[in-house]
């Protein structure tokens, strides 16, 4: 039986850079359904009971209990983004969330609109992130590292960092630190993890071939590795629930 109703959207062209989706989730069932969160390295703002809310990176998986007809709203800004979006120190918003008026009045106004059609409701917020961006200039080193790292599947070490940006691991850490929230050796991790829990949800045959694949010592190192990011084994259902990605 279908339980939630989930829809995501792409940005348009000129943000695909700065926002990895617009998204949306209501619950469709008679009774409250457990939602998984794992760590992504995002950050989001949510539209969710009349509140606009800003969410820090996750640095661990947690659940959330989605009552019945519960509805919630979301833009999932690429790692690092956000954070320069409202000029915050974003370790100091890591696995916490706020209300988006204590962080940016001005943000906060021009996100405030009521509209339940969702395409529309992309389209102007695309129309007000594109002129947001437009006189912001992001941040080269943490692009550059945060694209390293995810070419590589977050398999990498940071002293590899250090040679391809040419910076201190000292410079590398304040770095990841103030715009992703936490080390880039945790980042590293967290995107290592992510990537391959997303193969998982598709096939979850041959564990111990993809935990080599992803540089996992052995399945019991990525059995592990999986339940400190999400609690769940990579074979538990619940999973797949929110994550799945096969349609």
């Not at 009774?31 to 539209?47: A, L, S, T």
């Not at 988006?100 to 529309?120: H, I, N, R």
């Not at 590398?172 to 193969?199: D, M, P, W």
């Amino acid at each position: 039986m279908k339980q939630l109703d989930i829809k995501k959207y792409t940005p348009s062209l000129k943000l695909q850079n700065c926002i990895d989706a617009y998204w949306s989730v209501k619950n469709i069932y008679t009774k409250d359904v457990q939602i998984p969160i794992v760590p992504d390295g995002c950050m989001d703002i949510i539209y969710q009971d009349g509140k606009i809310l800003c969410i820090g990176a996750m640095s661990e998986a947690f659940i959330v209990s989605a009552k019945p007809r519960e509805y919630t709203f979301g833009i999932r800004f690429k790692p690092s983004v956000l954070p320069q979006l409202l000029k915050i120190n974003a370790s100091e918003f890591t696995d916490k969330k706020v209300f988006l008026q204590e962080l940016s009045l001005e943000l906060f106004s021009w996100l405030d609109f009521q509209e339940l059609d969702e395409q529309k409701k992309v389209l102007k917020l695309n129309d007000i992130f594109e002129k947001e961006f437009e006189n912001i200039e992001l941040n080269q080193s943490i692009t550059k590292a945060i694209e390293f790292i995810v070419d590589f599947q977050g398999n990498i070490q940071v002293s590899k960092l250090q040679e391809q940006l040419h910076l201190s691991s000292r410079q590398i850490e304040r770095l990841f630190q103030n715009y992703v929230g936490y080390s880039a050796k945790k980042f590293c991790n967290i995107v290592r993890f992510f990537t391959l829990f997303k193969e998982l949800i598709q096939d979850k045959k041959e564990l111990s071939l993809k935990a080599y694949d992803y540089g996992y010592c052995d399945q019991a190192h990525l059995n592990k590795e999986f339940k400190k990011f999400s609690n769940f084994t990579p074979t538990h259902e619940i999973m797949s629930v929110f994550y799945n990605t096969k349609n």
